[in-house]
């Protein structure tokens, strides 16, 4: 019987740069503690830097904080900048991690959905703004919730249709799924060294939304928690999906999960997506979409 994937078959990583966004917290922050034992330079991005150099001591390592806020392009365009004031000019692997999943409707500073803008074009637009740095590895972090997605492809950002927390959340990982797709065909059309991975932390306790204060939701939040508790992954268990990644020969465009009963908690293993999430044409028109709002192209060769 093969032995459970544990953080050690990272090795040796003190010749890699590796950037992390939204790493002060959950997933992101057990990803970039992972790779900062295993010796690399970890690049956190991150919104809020003071809470981000406080992470990065806790962790130790070679740590590298920069701001990053993917919900407004005028940071994402800065974000290259950065790099190169600290530094930094090749990267080995970019980690799209970050992501929201909000309690209302919000518009950004751009005029976008938030939770698509944060989720998708943010993350679209940096990975094109960094491509010709990164040398080796894109992972982009979905979710199986995009299997219950509703795609407009002509009102992505629900302007006309009705706005729903979970659903905007969905229809966000949907887009990440299909531009991953999208990412994938290019980079081996193109004879790309870099090679690009999806991937699904399960369900994490530490990453679940805060609820309302409302008494009502108050009782529904603890209920929630107590039930994470149960059938969530830890942060770690989380990180270990992206990690895996890092690690295995798994082809290229691969789907990484959780191994345990409706994709909720257990080891890294390949998984399946929905038929929807493997449609080139469709994953050509989200790119589409996404390079007309963000004034930046997925150009690759």
Aim: glycine share 10%; aromatic share 4%; with cysteine.
């Amino acid at each position: 019987m093969a032995s459970p994937w544990t953080p050690a078959r990272l090795g040796d990583m003190t010749d890699r740069t590796v950037i992390v966004t939204g790493a002060t917290n959950g997933v992101g922050l057990a990803t970039a503690a992972a790779l900062s034992r295993a010796g690399a330079h970890v690049v956190m991005a991150v919104r809020n830097t003071d809470l981000g150099a406080q992470r990065a001591a806790e962790i130790g390592g070679r740590t590298s904080v920069l701001r990053l806020d993917l919900a407004d392009l005028s940071s994402v365009r800065a974000f290259p900048g950065l790099l190169d004031d600290a530094g930094i000019g090749t990267v080995d692997i970019l980690i799209n991690n970050a992501g929201t999943l909000t309690d209302k409707r919000v518009d950004t500073v751009d005029g976008f959905e938030a939770t698509i803008a944060t989720n998708m074009l943010g993350p679209f637009a940096l990975t094109n703004l960094l491509l010709d740095r990164v040398r080796g590895q894109i992972v982009n972090v979905g979710s199986q919730a995009h299997e219950s997605a509703t795609l407009r492809l002509d009102d992505m950002h629900l302007s006309a249709h009705k706005w729903t927390r979970m659903g905007a959340y969905a229809r966000s990982k949907l887009a990440v799924m299909l531009w991953g797709l999208e990412l994938d065909r290019r980079l081996r059309a193109a004879n790309s060294p870099v090679i690009s991975h999806l991937t699904h932390p399960g369900w994490v306790d530490s990453n679940l939304p805060q609820l309302s204060d409302a008494p009502l939701m108050g009782v529904v939040a603890r209920g929630v928690k107590l039930v994470a508790g149960v059938l969530a992954n830890d942060p770690a268990a989380g990180a270990a999906t992206t990690l895996y990644c890092l690690t295995e020969p798994i082809p290229p465009g691969s789907y990484v999960g959780v191994e345990g009963r409706f994709g909720l908690r257990g080891g890294p293993v390949l998984i399946g997506r929905s038929a929807l999430a493997c449609d080139y044409a469709t994953a050509a028109r989200v790119v589409q979409f996404a390079e007309q709002e963000t004034g930046t192209a997925l150009a690759i060769g």
